[in-house]
C-alpha cells in the first residue's frame, strides 16, 4: 500500500504557474504508475497526465498538453506537475493517483488504487 500527499496548490493569476508536488509513503513507488486528476466544482472527476513507473513515458489530456507537464524523482518518493500558462478553467482539486499495474493507456480513476487527498489550484481572471 502507498500514500499519496500533495502540495504545491494555491491562488495564482491567469497566465501564471505553480509546481505540484506529490510525496509517497513506501519503497514501492518506483513500481507505480502515477497520475494527475482533477475536479472542478459541480464536475466529475477528469483525467489531467499520467507517466509510467520509470518515467519513460507520459501522456496527457489534450485540455492540458503543451501546458503541463508530469514529471517523477524515483528516488525522492515524488511526483510532479508543473503548470504553465494557467488559465480559469484549470481551477479545481488536483488529485495524484498511483496504479499498481504498468499502463500507457489507464486514464479514468477506476484504473488507479490509491489516491491523495488533494490540493486546491485556483486561477483568477
Known amino acids: 500500500q502507498v500514500q499519496l500527499a500533495e502540495s504545491g496548490g494555491g491562488l495564482v493569476q491567469a497566465g501564471g504557474s505553480l509546481r505540484l508536488s506529490c510525496a509517497a509513503s513506501g519503497r514501492t513507488f518506483s513500481t507505480y504508475t502515477m497520475g494527475w486528476f482533477r475536479q472542478a466544482p459541480g464536475k466529475e472527476r477528469e483525467f489531467v497526465s499520467a507517466i509510467t513507473s520509470n518515467g519513460g513515458y507520459t501522456y496527457s489530456a489534450d485540455s492540458v498538453k503543451g501546458r503541463f507537464t508530469i514529471s517523477r524523482d524515483n528516488a525522492k518518493n515524488t511526483l510532479y506537475l508543473q503548470m504553465n500558462s494557467l488559465k480559469p478553467e484549470d481551477t479545481a482539486v488536483y488529485y495524484c493517483?498511483?496504479?499498481?499495474?504498468?499502463?500507457?493507456?489507464?486514464?479514468?480513476?477506476?484504473?488507479?488504487?490509491?489516491w491523495g487527498q488533494g490540493t486546491q489550484v485556483t486561477v483568477s481572471s
Open positions: 493517483a498511483a496504479r499498481t499495474y504498468y499502463s500507457i493507456t489507464a486514464r479514468d480513476s477506476s484504473d488507479f488504487n490509491y
